[in-house]
């Protein structure tokens, strides 16, 4: 008897691995594998959540009309060009499937958001990673990459696992040398942690050019990781084109009233912002003490190379933790087996890994 067959190119796509939530006979666990703000959603995005189950019954709004005012609102940018979706996650797979083909090839940093390849390799396209130095993207390696098969570029800026950011003086050369008619995705997924001078987001490229697209999300800084809403601020020539590709309703309601008060929470997201420039550095600081390797990081997690002079490697390290309760990522899906990342949580949690690894190394 046959079978259906699937497209060909899809046999070696591997599904997207999310952080470990639980451990088998662990009652207590600190998720710190997921960079997830530990402090979760405001008082006030829990009293939207609450208020929006009066909407479950109806259809969604389509064209996320409130979210949307919102968002050109607070971010003084052009409505028309705003595009909502389930996560940003969505709004890249529909990118990849909309400008991208079996002969087509994409350029991603090195150590790159992993779901980039998949969205490329799911559309039939070929990834092309671009060497990185020290784990910080290099923008003549993506450029020495480019030829005629080259239609996308991915930039997460800062960059997820590795925590390292480019200033936009990085960002205006690349899209100045690169040809006209490939697009240039900025994913500033974590933008709200980043407190560097050099650093500016791309709103000004996407009104000024027709080949740029930034992409946000509500699920980092803003703590509604569970609800799935990101958004795009794209060309009026892209958005068309995603609009025609995206399913019906792909944000529901609920998700749609709750980024809307997230929005207008901003004292919740300095809060969160204040806790995590106030950690990151103490626990890299801490972290280097013991003997680790720590990349410096614009975001709320960072990387954590394990020497061979601890003489352990990552996974004991990360089997310990996990029998403390304590969650971290491991990084065998980046090609990076002796790293770990962690999440920068709330102080307890922070004060056990670091009581936690001392114990171990001791």
């Known amino acids: 008897m046959k079978n259906p067959i699937p497209n060909i190119h899809l046999n070696d796509l591997m599904p997207y691995k999310g952080g470990k939530s639980h451990v088998l006979g662990v009652e207590k666990i600190y998720k710190l594998s997921s960079n997830e703000n530990p402090f979760g959603p405001s ?15 109806v259809y969604p709004d389509p064209s996320n009309n409130e979210l949307t005012k919102k968002l050109s ?26 400008y991208l083909a079996g002969n087509d090839e994409a350029i991603v940093s090195e150590n790159s958001f992993a779901v980039y390849p998949l969205a490329i390799k799911a559309s039939g396209a070929r990834v092309v990673r671009a060497k990185e130095k020290d784990f910080v993207t290099q923008i003549q390696s993506i450029l020495d990459l480019v030829n005629n098969s080259t239609k996308i570029v991915f930039i997460a800026n800062p960059n997820n696992p590795t925590g390292t950011m480019i200033s936009y003086d990085d960002i205006i050369r690349l899209h100045n040398e690169l040809p006209d008619d490939i697009l240039l995705i900025l994913d500033e997924a974590y933008a709200e942690y980043v407190h560097d001078e050099s650093y500016h987001s791309g709103f000004n490229l996407v009104n000024d050019n027709n080949n740029v697209v930034v992409t946000r999300t509500f699920s980092k800084a803003y703590g509604l990781a569970g609800l799935r809403v990101g958004w795009a601020y794209c060309p009026i020539e892209v958005i068309d084109v995603l609009n025609r590709l995206r399913i019906p309703f792909s944000v529901n309601s609920a998700a749609q009233k709750v980024a809307v008060a997230a929005i207008n929470d901003q004292q919740h997201i300095i809060n969160s912002v204040k806790h995590n420039n106030f950690w990151l550095p103490k626990i890299k600081h801490e972290l280097e003490n013991l003997g680790f390797i720590v990349t410096s990081s614009h975001c709320n997690f960072i990387l954590i190379e394990v020497p061979i002079e601890l003489n352990h490697d990552a996974d004991e390290i990360y089997n310990f933790l996990c029998s403390r309760g304590i969650i971290v990522r491991q990084m065998y899906e980046y090609g990076l087996p002796n790293y770990l990342r962690l999440t920068i949580g709330l102080e307890e949690a922070n004060s056990l890994v670091i009581s936690s690894l001392v114990e171990f190394l001791k």
């Open 73 to 98: 609102e607070f971010y003084s940018i052009d409505y028309s060009k705003i595009i909502c979706g389930c996560g940003s996650d969505e709004i890249l797979h529909l990118l990849a499937r909309a």
């Open 43 to 57: 008082k006030a995005v829990v009293r939207a959540y609450r208020n929006a189950v009066n909407d479950i019954t």
